[in-house]
């Protein structure tokens, strides 16, 4: 049953001019400023860092599989930032708050849970893809090829993508109260569902729905890639080649325990367990400082990406002089 003093609402109508008070760190006044230029900073840090590691990776002329893989996790880290930080540096400028319309706010919960979600499942494809380097690497070639690659990337695009529609239709087909005031920088599921007047668990449901098939099962799926993979390391004499054939999992175990450890602590919980000041300062770190370390983690623990980095500066550096060669020339010839 609703509480008393809900807002009955006509999807045709009232949905299309309801508004939502973004709060921000209001409560945080003297430190805006400050607040505002770390935040622009970061952003723009993971905004450069991500832009180079897909750009040499694009122009990286044969790539493997993994490369594949890291080149649309940055695709998805890029669109995952600019769905949340700009909205979150407004509500930092804005004293009292920014505000959001229904169909702006459902679009971001709806953007955000669906690139959070691609994360997981795209996790679990880099699992695959290392399960079988490691433990059918005579059958690697044939098993991870590009067309296989292409259509697992869409796969979990499209699933994540459907899943976020479900979540965020459940979400806002709920009735709200008549506080629209978002304790939060950004319309993260558990601040919208903290308005809704339902009793129970029931406005849970499909938040609960949506962790078993984006967290749970994902990470059920990761987790018996690397039992496989642990089993086929000790089955390996040499403590080089065991080394050698765990080094290559490292940056995938150090994203996958990141991204999975905030959404964990985020999202399975009871609605009961709500704190807004922790929230705020949980997803600050999910939203900003995670993708930031995500650029810093492929470049220090993957040689790979570190070798086409390096050409795609080379390359730079030669057109560059290249360029400044030609105006010589043009030059000399006045």
Partial sequence: MPCEGCMERDNKSADATMEFLLL???ELLCLRVLLFLIFLVVHLVTLAGNVMIFMAVVM???????????????????????VIVPKALLSLIVVDGSTISFIGCAAQMHFFVAFGGAECFLLVAMSYDRYVAICQPLHYVTVMSEGFCLRLAAACCLGSFAIALGLTVAVFRLPFC???????????????????CTQGYSSDLPLLAACVLLLLLPFLLIFTSYVCIASALLHITSSTGRRKAFSTCITHLAIT????????????RPKSSYSPARDKMVSLVYTNITPLLYPLIYSLRNKEIRRALRKMIRRKKIAQLNSIRDVICVCGKF
């Fill in 24 to 26: 921000g760190f209001c």
């Fill in 178 to 196: 008549r506080s629209h005031r978002i304790n939060h920088f950004f319309c993260d599921v558990p601040a919208v569902l903290h308005l809704t």
């Fill in 60 to 82: 990286e002329p044969s790539r493997p599989p993994m490369f594949s893989f890291l080149c649309l996790l940055s695709v998805i880290e890029l669109c995952y930032t600019l």
């Fill in 257 to 268: 325990l990141l991204h999975y450890g905030c959404a964990t602590f985020m999202y399975i």
